[in-house]
């Protein structure tokens, strides 16, 4: 049974930085693609970062290009996202996500219709 939880969200203020953590259990390889996504109340949820097995490939979304990092570490199940030069709209329930597949286009990295798994969320509070 495939287990995702995140952890490391939190209140921060407007400029500052958090680490998010996912751990990952019961896959059966990791040849999987693993991706964060974000929701705020009233939105959509919406693709934030993506990284495909061996690090191929690697995404991010407009709004957090070049200020947030994601990395994973396959031999210790774990996916991270850094987010730094934080800002109140940033502010949303965290999802870490595992795919069936290990690459992939840009545009099916992006669609949250393509994961399979998702943990419960990690909230992350920026106030300015």
């Known amino acids: 049974q495939v287990h995702l939880v995140e952890s490391g969200g939190g209140l921060v203020q407007a400029g500052g930085s958090l680490r998010l953590s996912c751990e990952a259990s019961?896959?059966?390889?990791?040849?999987?693609?693993l991706g964060w996504f974000r929701q705020a109340p009233g939105k959509e949820r919406e693709f934030v970062a993506g990284?495909?097995?061996?690090?191929?490939?690697?995404a991010y979304g407009d709004s957090v290009q070049d200020r947030f990092t994601v990395s994973r570490n396959d031999a210790e199940n774990m996916l991270y996202l850094q987010m730094d030069r934080l800002k109140p709209e940033d502010t949303a329930l965290y999802y870490c996500?595992?795919?069936?597949?290990?690459?992939?286009?840009?545009?099916?990295?992006?669609?949250?219709?393509?994961?399979?798994?998702w943990g419960r969320g990690t909230q992350v509070t920026v106030y300015s």
């Open positions: 019961g896959l059966s390889s990791s040849a999987n693609s």
């Open positions: 996500a595992a795919a069936l597949w290990s690459r992939a286009s840009q545009m099916t990295m992006k669609n949250k219709n393509e994961y399979f798994y």
């Open positions: 990284v495909s097995w061996e690090d191929e490939m690697i």
